[in-house]
């Protein structure tokens, strides 16, 4: 944390003592508050503006995450709950998912401070192809995984055809290991696809996002993309 002032002037924008007449005349503010206070302090990962310029223009950053159970895919949460950016400590920008997984589901997801990737990777016309693994109550029969690529009906609304690869059986346990890809990104898709066939989800985690996977991503850990994974992303989206 350091003097507001002195962040300014580091920017660039104005020498320290400049800065400080910037801050009394009201023409500065710290995450959209307005401050007057020479002995306010913050960090670069707050947003200073002055006269309602950001002083710092962040470079776009690209970030794939392997989210683990229990983690909010947001950048803050009022119940207190961990969220995905607390795995990006030494991160510098403003970071936030590009859409979500359910609280219990684990797997790839993608971070980035790119707002037009980011609306071009959720746009609805994008139809990136994202690919989960399920484990599931009971067992799945030919019929049913047919039923799930040809399209379920969910909130009113059939699911567009999917991809779907049965990986295992247990007899003795009730349970089914599924393969899904879809390529929609409906609320809690997945899971609503495996209950309207009758078999709720036990377990669910992303492991295939484009041409994106996981590979050996630990759980919590993450990697920068490349510049060519970036923009494979977007040509997908675009065509």
Known sequence: ??????????????????????????????????????????????????????????????????????????????????????????????????????????????????GEFANLLMHPSSEIKKTYVAKVEGIISNQQRQQLERGVVIDGRKTAPAQAKILSTDSEKERTVIRLTIHEGRNRQVRKMLEAVGHPVLKLKREQYGQLTLDKLAAGAYRPLAKYEVDHLIHLAKH
Request: net charge neutral.
């Open 1 to 114: 944390m350091e003097r507001l002032q002195k962040l300014i002037a580091h920017a660039g924008v104005a020498s320290r003592r400049k800065a400080e007449e910037l801050i009394k005349a009201g023409r500065v503010s710290l995450d959209g508050q307005v401050v007057t206070e020479l002995g306010t302090k913050a960090s670069r990962k707050q947003r200073i503006e002055v006269d309602g310029v950001p002083i710092y223009k962040e470079e776009p950053v690209y970030y794939l995450f392997n989210k683990p159970d229990g983690v909010i895919s947001a950048v803050s949460d009022d119940k207190g709950r961990q969220v995905v950016t607390d795995y990006f400590p030494e991160v510098l920008e403003r970071i936030y998912p590009v859409g979500r997984l359910d609280y219990h589901t684990t797997g790839l997801l993608i971070l980035t401070n790119d």
